[in-house]
């Protein structure tokens, strides 16, 4: 009897998957000048991607991104810069608003400066961000 190894699902190979991407894009299109931004949610794990502070992304350019909401939609880390909604979304309850993927929600995140970015996907959704300055760690850590 032959047994095949265990496979893992395919939504657990997506953040390596995205890290990836963005060391592609890092190689591709840095400014060593430039603060570094990479992606992630109130979880903090496994729902980004990320870099180092030397190197960044081009500001406009639309990354992969998986935003968590399984706790509504309120943060985002982007490298290692830490980012608010300028509208937090919920359902009242702590969960995202109807419409919208639980635990993530993939799409792309643009940014637009070093302070502004803004997360797209293809149901339409749109979600604005500020960065926090100083920021090393989420606000609230969502489970």
């Known amino acids: 009897m032959s047994t095949s190894p265990a496979r893992r699902p395919a939504s657990a190979t997506v953040p390596a998957a995205l890290c990836l991407a963005l060391a592609a894009a890092l190689l591709t299109g ?11 949610g109130a979880a903090g794990a496994g729902d980004g991607v990320g870099g180092t502070a030397a190197s960044s992304p081009r500001a406009h350019r639309a990354l992969p991104f998986e935003l968590y909401t399984h706790c509504g939609i309120d943060e985002a880390r982007v490298g290692t810069t830490y980012f608010e909604a300028e509208t937090p979304l919920s359902d009242g309850s702590g969960n995202p608003p109807e419409g919208w993927d639980n635990p993530v929600q993939r799409g792309t995140m643009t940014l637009e400066s070093a302070t502004a ?6 149901a339409g959704h749109e979600v604005r961000f500020r960065a926090r300055p100083g920021a090393t760690a989420f606000k609230r850590i969502c489970a």
């Not at 840095?30 to 992630?40: H, I, K, L, T, V």
């Not at 970015?117 to 293809?122: C, G, H, L, P, S």
């Open 30 to 40: 840095c400014s060593p000048a430039a603060e570094q931004r990479g992606g992630g």
């Open 117 to 122: 970015a803004v997360f797209t996907d293809e």
